[in-house]
Nanobody, 122 residues
Framework: VQLQASGGGLVQPGGSLRLSCAVS????????IGWFHQAPGKEREGVSC????????YYADSVKGRFTIFIDNAKNTVYLQMNSLKPEDTAVYYC????????????????WGQGTQVTVSS
């Protein structure tokens, strides 16, 4: 099971970024994929997740209405579209896979990709 996160960068407040999580070694149908972020000095927090089997999604309150998670099965990739970015969204973003996690509780995710830095600043 391998996950490769990419797409981070520097963006101004109000801007957008799309993060990608390319997966290999497993079938998305059998897993849930989650996005998490970790700011300096803070714990890793769940942002959003999607079920590979039925496409159901979940969002942290802080990103509802701004972020969208979706799957491209043809590319074995899970995306996180981030709009209306705020300085407080600045963090390292990780994607992870789990068989039956409890939404965005990191404990339920077994395989993690490397992080991608997102910086929101003017």
């Amino acid at each position: 099971v391998q996950l490769q996160a990419s797409g981070g960068g520097l963006v101004q407040p109000g801007g957008s970024l799309r993060l990608s999580c390319a997966v290999s070694g497993f079938t998305l149908d059998d897993y849930a994929i989650g996005w998490f972020h970790q700011a300096p000095g803070k714990e890793r927090e769940g942002v959003s997740c999607i079920s590979g089997s039925d496409g159901s999604t979940y969002y942290a309150d802080s990103v509802k209405g701004r972020f969208t998670i979706f799957i491209d099965n043809a590319k074995n990739t899970v995306y996180l579209q981030m709009n209306s970015l705020k300085p407080e969204d600045t963090a390292v973003y990780y994607c992870a896979a789990g068989i039956s996690p409890t939404w965005i509780d990191p404990v339920g995710y077994d395989s993690w990709g490397q992080g991608t830095q997102v910086t929101v600043s003017s």
